[in-house]
T-cell receptor, first 116, second 112 residues
Framework: DTGVSQNPRHKITKRGQNVTFRCDPI?????LYWYRQTLGQGPEFLTY????????KSRLLSDRFSAERPKGSFSTLEIQRTEQGDSAMYLC??????????????FGEGSRLTVL | AQSVTQLGSHVSVSEGALVLLRCNYS??????LFWYVQYPNQGLQLLLK??????LVKGINGFEAEFKKSETSFHLTKPSAHMSDAAEYFC??????????FGTGTRLTVIP
């Protein structure tokens, strides 16, 4: 399977614990995105990388959230001191974007976080 | 701020009937526009996209959408609904080569 892969698919944690999600994008894609989706809502942008550089972060991304893409390949999203409001589906997407157009985003199946 | 609005969080149609899912954008500059579909327990999949090349865009699975600047709309249609079309549909926009902003989604139910 050469699609976007996310792990773990489900994570249940207690409030105050740290969690980390991993995303492996399609190999030739230079852009990687993180979105959050809560029940009944569309995906909300969190952050994106072009290669290893984090180019944009949403105001939704509080200080407890950190994302990395150290070698321009896979990415991790860490949430520290989780809160119940962090419960959501975390979606990763990748694309090959050139300067003059917007590439199609390919989404993974998501990582569902439940904070008790 | 740029956004897309989807009218109707739930739409039900009979099998074989016309599917119409509505999307309006709010942006001073027409954005790139997309329709994505999400089946249960699956990732979002692109149905079609508008990038200013043609106002009528054909996508996969028989879906199409028409960009109407005068109405700031990008409604999704399919002439004849199939049971397999039951899913959640998201309209999305993008300005330039940046990230997508999504609508709240429309759940399509197809009645046999």
């Amino acid at each position: 399977d050469t699609g976007v892969s996310q792990n773990p698919r489900h994570k249940i944690t207690k409030r105050g614990q740290n969690v980390t999600f991993r995303c492996d994008p399609i190999s030739e894609h230079n852009r990687l995105y993180w979105y959050r989706q809560t029940l009944g809502q569309g995906p909300e942008f969190l952050t994106y990388f072009q290669n290893e550089a984090q180019l944009e972060k949403s105001r939704l991304l509080s200080d407890r959230f950190s994302a990395e893409r150290p070698k321009g390949s896979f990415s991790t999203l860490e949430i520290q001191r989780t809160e119940q409001g962090d419960s959501a589906m975390y979606l990763c997407a990748s694309s090959y974007a050139r300067l003059t157009n917007t590439g199609e985003l390919f989404f993974g199946e998501g990582s569902r976080l439940t904070v008790l | 701020a740029q956004s897309v609005t989807q009218l109707g969080s739930h739409v039900s149609v009979s099998e074989g009937a016309l599917v119409l899912l509505r999307c309006n954008y709010s942006s001073s500059v027409p954005p790139y526009l997309f329709w994505y579909v999400q089946y249960p327990n699956q990732g979002l999949q692109l149905l079609l996209k508008y990038t200013s090349a043609a106002t009528l865009v054909k996508g996969i699975n028989g879906f199409e959408a028409e960009f109407k600047k005068s109405e700031t709309s990008f409604h999704l249609t399919k002439p004849s609904a199939h049971m397999s079309d039951a899913a959640e549909y998201f309209c999305a926009g993008a300005l330039g080569a940046n990230n997508l902003f999504f609508g709240t989604g429309t759940r399509l139910t197809v009645i046999p």
